[in-house]
């Protein structure tokens, strides 16, 4: 599984952005999707993830109330739109994908490159 996510930038505190990943392979509605992040001098960590199904949306306290994820499966794609942004959300953003059906939490196969998200207060 190839991902390619995109849709970073610089923004201003307070403001909104949205990030896409695209997935390949053509199972792309079985795979459970996450967003995580990694800031300069810190550890990688887990900010939202949405189940195969879409049923089951995980989200770390840190973003709850101003993160949102939603898929596409027609398009192969998942979104993070980030609203309220704060300079704390500044970091390198990264999806992933998990396969198979057993229930969360659980460790991310495969991972995209990443892109930066940098909000200036």
């Known amino acids: 599984v190839q991902l390619q996510a995109s849709g970073g930038g610089l923004v201003q505190a307070g403001g909104s952005l949205r990030l896409s990943c695209e997935a390949s392979?053509?199972?792309?509605?079985?795979?459970?999707m996450g967003w995580f992040r990694q800031a300069p001098g810190k550890e990688r960590e887990f900010v939202i993830g949405?189940?195969?199904?879409?049923?089951?949306?995980y989200i770390a306290d840190s973003v709850k109330g101003r993160f949102a994820m939603s898929r596409d499966n027609a398009k192969n794609t998942v979104y993070l739109q980030m609203n309220s942004l704060k300079p704390e959300d500044t970091a390198v953003y990264y999806c992933?994908?998990?396969?198979?059906?057993?229930?969360?939490?659980?460790?991310?196969?495969?991972w995209g490159q990443g892109t930066q998200v940098t909000v200036s207060s």
């Open positions: 992933a994908v998990h396969l198979g059906y057993d229930t969360w939490p659980y460790e991310y196969d495969y």
């Open positions: 949405i189940s195969w199904n879409g049923d089951s949306t």
């Open positions: 392979g053509r199972r792309f509605s079985s795979y459970n």
